[in-house]
């Protein structure tokens, strides 16, 4: 099997109420704790068009192989049965209706141009994405993760 040079994330959530619920990266770091993985698309870059729209050849996450991450990881997670948070989705979704300006935020800046990496900011956001994610789907127990 080919190593795909960028990492998926795979959260491992807790099913019982006991301990709270616990993130891991890897596929089973959580089973022997009651846990279940779970596994999450990458975010999107922040290169937009001319229009105001993402860029699909720059903005979605296909690494330097050019294998398209979160195709790989909806195939993975379609064939183990193992739930799936398209944040690739949900993140295209917020950039776009942000648009340029109002997304700059969530990147980080500082007088270079980087529209890739996060900043606190939008690492905070993003995660409050999963977040909701994992509790509208009922993947955590209900009050294990802190809301607000």
Known sequence: MRRLHAPLLALCCARSGAGGSRAHRGGTAG???GGAPVLVTPVVRRWFDADGTLDDGTALPVNGLGVDLPAVARSVAAAGHVPLIDLTARTEALVESLGPEGSETLCLSGGKRDNTHTSVHGATVYAVLVRDELLAR????????RVG
């Open 31 to 33: 089973d022997h704790k």
């Open 138 to 145: 009922h993947l955590v127990p209900e009050g294990a993760v």
